[in-house]
């Protein structure tokens, strides 16, 4: 099997392109026009490209291999599908007894086995005219986020007695490094050390083994040395507290407020109408990030006054418009009235720096409050995470407040990530993250909270990460060794590709989950430091609140309420969160 790995441009802006760019090499390679994809790959060019790109290549069929298909004898076929049993065996039925096309070019995401590879020479080796593999089994969400993409990855992983948790790390580990493939690079592996789970740690030894295995042997038949590159592995028990909050930047809101499927924002101007909050859209791309505030208050006008080239998209301006109007409408309902006391309990002080002494006082007027069922189990959540667990007689009275006495898993269930809970002897070992000094920043009082997977990036581009709680997997290169990251974050550096490319990569993998803040703070930490590219990748899901409640019992079914795993889920895959166009 010939080896093939792109090198995609080393800016965060064209990771995007990067991909695409790829793919359309695997399609340039021949003229063709029926591409068959199996239901991964159909979601990964859903993230890069629309039906249009595709057609542009000279594509103009686009079939589903699992699906029954006629026959067109006339024309050859691209395969692009993953290395799997299943795949394989319908690739073989399409050429037995009789091919329904005239050749085939095939091109795997991963690594083919030796066994799958044997089964299909051997049964229609005469039909194949190209048979590649292109190191891109990950989807890439945006230009700095990527998933692994397993639906029932966080269900192996943190369900109690598992039995396919030790198959579902080694995928993710084979994922990750297609990722590093694509990116060119080798990096150097580290994990969070966490006393109660070793789930990174078992992850981290499984992507080092494999990155040196795939890395064995380069082009030119030598050893591949490290990169300027660091790939942190962390668990989601790292920072519970981010997955609960009510977050108030653009993006964040959107997903958590609003009924949004398959990225799609259902909204009227007069009429019923849809609008895609992907990559695509130039204006979301600007807007995502900021906070709610200063997009309200003119802020989205002032924005398009500053952009000459957006005057005209009077549509893109129209769906935004009605987006900050609807959230807006949502938080002064709702969520105001919560933001205040969540903010206290995972700060641990008031807005004017005062400590919280009394956690309980600060949560009993939401518990009072009428507030629906799903937001005083947040603010329970957050009031538990602010004392590092609470009594059992206490839980007891907190769960009867809620009413959620059948339900108790939602909230016992976060011991299973590695969350105190209840304040038992065998949780004594757990301690808080220490938190970086913030309180020179600006920030509105209604979301002081950041992210603790921020002060990690910043930490890890400055060289502050403590051995004892972030272990070596591997030796990180030398760019790593606490001298040229301080310096490069203190020499500005240019932008353009070459700049960025002679640069650091900081690679974070978050088993768990990753939450819409988490993922502005990879953005923000790159812009921060111009010669540090921050990427961040989640298996599966990205977190959100309210569905992560609603999705338990999906992911529980057959275990009694009070083992319930609790699970933070989109309400769909992230295979239909596409951030590209739709096939």
């Known amino acids: 099997v010939l080896h093939f790995s792109a090198t995609v441009l080393y800016t965060p802006e064209t990771f995007f392109k990067g991909c695409i760019a790829l793919i359309y090499f695997v399609f340039r390679i021949v003229i063709c026009f029926i591409l068959i994809l199996d239901h991964f790959t159909t979601r990964l060019l859903s993230s890069c490209c629309k039906m249009s790109d595709l057609m542009s290549e000279g594509i103009t069929i686009v079939e589903d291999l699992h699906k029954n298909r006629e026959p067109v004898p006339e024309m050859k076929a691209i395969y692009f599908m993953r290395p799997t049993a299943m795949c394989i065996d319908a690739f073989i039925n399409d050429f037995k007894p009789k091919p329904k096309y005239k050749a085939a070019y095939v091109f795997f995401t991963d690594y083919c086995p030796d066994d799958l590879f044997d089964k299909m020479k051997k049964s229609c080796a005469k039909h194949i005219k190209v048979c590649k593999e292109i190191n891109i089994s990950f989807l890439p969400l945006e230009a700095?986020?990527?998933?692994?993409?397993?639906?029932?990855?966080?269900?192996?992983?943190?369900?109690?007695?598992?039995?396919?948790?030790?198959?579902?790390?080694?995928?993710?580990?084979?994922?990750?490094?297609?990722?590093?493939?694509?990116?060119?690079?080798?990096?150097?592996?580290?994990?969070?050390?966490?006393?109660?789970?070793?789930?990174?740690?078992?992850?981290?030894?499984?992507?080092?083994?494999?990155l040196a295995r795939h890395y064995e042997l380069d082009d030119n038949s030598k050893k591949k040395g490290k990169t300027q590159a660091q790939l942190l592995i962390v668990d989601r028990a790292l920072d519970p507290v981010s997955p609960i909050l009510h977050e108030l930047t653009y993006q964040a809101m959107a997903f958590d407020l609003i009924p949004i499927k398959d990225n799609a924002y259902e909204y009227d101007d007069g009429s019923?109408?849809?609008?895609?909050?992907?990559?695509?859209?130039?204006?979301?791309?600007?807007?995502?990030?900021?906070?709610?505030?200063?997009?309200?208050?003119?802020?989205?006008?002032?924005?398009?006054?500053?952009?000459?080239?957006?005057?005209?998209?009077?549509?893109?301006k129209t769906v935004h418009i009605c987006l900050a109007e609807d959230l807006m409408s949502r938080y002064q309902k709702n969520v105001e009235?919560?933001?205040?006391?969540?903010?206290?309990?995972?700060?641990?002080?008031?807005?004017?720096?005062?400590?919280?002494?009394?956690?309980?006082?600060?949560?009993?007027?939401?518990l009072l409050h009428p507030h629906d069922t799903t937001d005083k189990i947040r603010a329970v959540l957050l009031y538990i995470f602010s004392l590092n667990g609470t009594t059992a007689e206490n839980l007891n009275k907190l769960i009867q407040h809620v009413k959620i006495e059948d339900e108790r898993g939602y909230i016992l269930n976060w011991e299973h990530l590695g969350v105190p809970i209840l304040s038992t002897p065998s949780m004594y070992s757990f301690r808080k993250q220490s938190r970086r000094d913030r309180s020179d920043e600006e920030t509105y009082k209604v979301s002081r909270w950041t992210p603790i997977i921020k002060d990690v990036m910043?930490?890890?581009?400055?060289?502050?990460?403590?051995?004892?709680?972030?272990?070596?997997?591997?030796?990180?290169?030398?760019?790593?060794?606490?001298?040229?990251?301080?310096?490069?974050?203190?020499?500005?550096?240019?932008?353009?590709?070459?700049?960025?490319?002679?640069?650091?990569?900081?690679?974070?993998?978050?088993?768990?989950?990753?939450?819409?803040?988490?993922?502005?703070?990879?953005?923000?930490?790159t812009h921060a430091n111009k010669s540090c590219e921050v990427i961040i990748g989640k298996s599966p899901y990205r977190c959100e609140p309210e569905k992560m409640l609603k999705m338990l019992p999906v992911f529980c079914s057959g275990l009694n309420n009070a083992f319930f795993v609790v699970c933070r889920l989109d309400a769909h895959p992230d295979s239909t969160q596409s951030a590209g166009g739709h096939l």
């Open 144 to 210: 700095q986020v990527f998933s692994c993409d397993n639906a029932e990855a966080f269900k192996s992983i943190y369900t109690p007695n598992s039995q396919d948790r030790d198959q579902t790390l080694e995928t993710i580990a084979d994922q990750i490094v297609t990722l590093c493939a694509t990116l060119d690079e080798y990096p150097g592996v580290r994990f969070k050390k966490d006393p109660n789970l070793n789930y990174g740690k078992k992850l981290a030894e499984l992507v080092d083994n494999k």
């Open 272 to 316: 019923k109408k849809e609008a895609l909050l992907t990559e695509e859209d130039e204006l979301w791309v600007k807007l995502r990030h900021m906070h709610i505030a200063e997009i309200s208050i003119g802020g989205l006008s002032q924005l398009m006054k500053k952009m000459p080239a957006f005057r005209k998209q009077v549509t893109q």
């Open 337 to 366: 009235k919560l933001c205040k006391a969540e903010q206290d309990l995972a700060v641990g002080a008031d807005a004017e720096g005062q400590k919280v002494k009394d956690p309980m006082r600060t949560l009993l007027p939401v």
């Open 458 to 525: 910043e930490d890890a581009v400055e060289n502050k990460l403590e051995v004892k709680d972030w272990p070596y997997q591997s030796e990180c290169p030398s760019a790593w060794n606490g001298s040229r990251a301080v310096s490069a974050r203190q020499k500005h550096k240019g932008s353009s590709p070459d700049d960025l490319r002679s640069g650091l990569r900081l690679i974070l993998f978050v088993l768990g989950g990753v939450t819409y803040s988490e993922m502005r703070c990879a953005y923000e930490v």
